[in-house]
């Protein structure tokens, strides 16, 4: 038996998004393995922060500032990743955010917006990231941070659950057009993860100190909600990226984890005030 091989050394990352919450968990985990990272995140002090931290573990790392939804910066920043390092061997497409508000209430610029944000930055960083691994002809792996939203139906958030079930089936195409240059493509599928955007912490650096913190009441539905009982924490996402982007993953693509502590097996049945499962959780 051969011992599982999760290192990174020698790979380079490209994780946009990657200045708060899993994007910046997933590149702190790959930095713990070995690999080198580019933070890609439209907030500066966010990238600058991410990059100290991973100094501070010995590893290498670029701040590369840019919107994912705009074709020019992010080719700007592939090239920039590309000239610092020489190449570019994993992808992670984390961008993406949602504030949720009924279909009908929302103007075309709002619902444009989420677009862009959720699935232009997919179609746009891949479109860029593609041909670098094509010609460094070392394979490589394209990791997708998709939604359970993108599975299951999502009012309030109909725009960013399609454009999340859009991600999975790019996901799944992608894996059969770059088989044959061995890159393999896969996503996860978080549901409810504690992240600086779930607690108000949208702009700016990461500050902990301002988030809003939820009530006992809200813990509770939480807990009865997810069958682990508990919110996501954003190094699990990382961990599980991880392995999709290490040797212990080589025969996966195509493939789509959920790192949800159990919700999306679970098609609605949540805990009610008693303990015991129902579909309402009220009786």
Known sequence: MTTPDISLQDKVAVITGGGAG??????????????????????????????SRVDALGGNALSAPCDASDSEQVRAMVQAARTHFGRIDILVNNVGGVTPKVFKDQSEQAWRR??????????????????????????????????????????????????????????????????????????????????????????????????????????????????????GVDTECGNVAVFLASAMSDYVTGATIPVDGGSWASGGWIRNRAGEWSLTGEF
């Not at 080198?36 to 907030?43: N, T």
């Open 114 to 231: 989420i677009i862009d944000l959720n699935l232009i930055s997919l179609l746009a960083t891949t479109s860029a990231v593609i041909p670098q691994m094509i010609e460094g002809q070392r394979g490589g792996s394209i990791i997708n941070v998709s939604s359970i939203e993108g599975s299951r139906a999502a009012p309030n958030y109909a725009v960013y659950g399609a454009c999340k079930a859009g991600m999975l089936n790019f996901t799944r195409s992608m894996a059969l057009e770059l088989a044959d240059h061995g890159i393999r493509v896969n996503a996860i599928a978080p549901d409810y993860t504690v992240t600086p955007g779930i607690r108000g912490n949208v702009k700016g650096p990461v500050d902990p100190a301002t988030w809003w913190q939820p009530g006992a009441e809200h813990e509770a539905l939480t807990a009865r909600r997810i069958p682990l009982g508990r919110p």
């Open 22 to 51: 899993i994007g910046r968990a997933i590149a702190l985990c790959f930095a713990s393995v070995g690999a080198d990272v580019v933070i890609a995140d439209r907030i500066p002090e966010r990238c600058e922060e991410v990059v």
